[in-house]
Nanobody, 125 residues
Framework: QVQLVESGGGLVQAGGSLRLSCAAS????????MAWFRQAPGKEREFVAS????????YYTDSVKGRFTIFRDNSKNTMWLQMNSLKPEDTAAYYC??????????????????WGQGTQVTVSS
């Protein structure tokens, strides 16, 4: 069973930066896509960014393009989300997720098999 553990959340002022980490265990190959989702109170979980572990292709939701960067180090089984120019509307619980590349719904939470426990990001104005 794949296990994902996030870290790095916290409280930051608008315009500031945070880096989230997701450590994966029991990933037996790089034939996975990993992603970040977020969920604000009263809202549905929404896709933020994804990366293919084998070739590194990335994909972002429009609202974070140019501000967030997703990257990974397969030798460390770790993925990161660098978040710059944070806005109050980025406030949410952030979740790490993974899916085999055989699944095709990149932005749909239902298409991801494995989830971390989440880490809170709060951006004050």
């Amino acid at each position: 069973q794949v296990q994902l553990v996030e870290s790095g959340g916290g409280l930051v002022q608008a315009g500031g930066s945070l880096r989230l980490s997701c450590a994966a265990s029991r990933l037996t190959s790089t034939s996975y896509r990993m992603a970040w989702f977020r969920q604000a109170p009263g809202k549905e979980r929404e896709f933020v960014a994804s990366i293919r572990l084998n070739i590194g292709n990335t994909y972002y939701t429009d609202s974070v393009k140019g501000r967030f960067t997703i990257f990974r180090d397969n030798s460390k089984n770790t993925m990161w989300l660098q978040m710059n120019s944070l806005k109050p509307e980025d406030t949410a619980a952030y979740y790490c997720a993974a899916q085999p590349l055989s699944r095709h719904g990149i932005t749909s939470a239902d298409e991801y098999n494995y989830w971390g426990q989440g880490t809170q990001v709060t951006v004050s104005s």
